[in-house]
């Protein structure tokens, strides 16, 4: 019981690579002009979803990661960092 605790709280934590991601989703999606409801209706999420992508509060699934990079027209490398994150 203790074990899954650590893990949950572990896995809730934001890494650097989550927040590289958080803040490639956001500064594309502002070049664009979208706002976050709309890109939150392309891909079939709640608005809250994409905020807590851009905060890095939500980790972002490999599926969406790939629908962003689709929407937000960048190929998927655009959301990976160019070195490893330290701490990830």
């Known amino acids: 019981m203790l074990d899954a605790k650590i893990?949950?709280?572990?896995?809730?934590?934001?890494?650097?690579?989550?927040?590289?991601?958080?803040r490639r989703i956001r500064g594309k999606r502002r070049a664009l002009g979208l706002s976050e409801e709309s890109l939150a209706a392309a891909l079939g999420v709640e608005t809250g979803r994409i905020t807590g992508y851009?905060?890095?509060?939500e980790r972002v699934s490999s599926d969406h990661l790939v629908r962003l990079s689709e929407i937000l027209e960048v190929p998927l490398s655009y959301f990976l960092p160019?070195?490893?994150c330290p701490g990830s």
Do not use: F, K, Q, V
């Open 7 to 22: 893990t949950t709280e572990r896995d809730s934590m934001a890494t650097s690579a989550d927040l590289h991601i958080g």
């Open 54 to 57: 851009e905060r890095a509060t």
């Open 82 to 84: 160019a070195a490893p």
